[in-house]
């Protein structure tokens, strides 16, 4: 999927509105899926689909999040991967 930028204008209009809002859901959708991810995860007797599904969610969220981030110009810069904590 192709990024998209808006353009905004001081005073905040319908469209930028809007897209604050879409992003703001979008961004509390992650932070509800992750607060599941840790209850799943702690489940022994989770199954392979039960995670599988989980890891598909988790991998939309961060593309959301990531496209949220890129498209708000707050990038990250690169660096070696230390500290990630996977």
């Known amino acids: 999927m192709k990024p998209c930028y808006l353009i905004t204008d001081a005073d905040g209009g319908y ?11 979008q961004l509390g959708m992650a932070t509800q899926l992750l607060e599941h991810a840790d209850v799943l995860l702690a489940d022994l007797k989770a199954g ?8 598909k969610c988790l991998s939309e969220a961060l593309r959301d999040v990531h496209r949220i981030a890129e498209g708000r110009g707050a990038r990250m810069p690169l660096g070696d991967g230390e500290g990630w904590g996977c």
């Open 48 to 55: 392979t689909h039960e995670l599988r599904y989980l890891a």
């Open 15 to 25: 469209v930028s509105r809007l897209a604050d809002n879409i992003e703001a859901i």
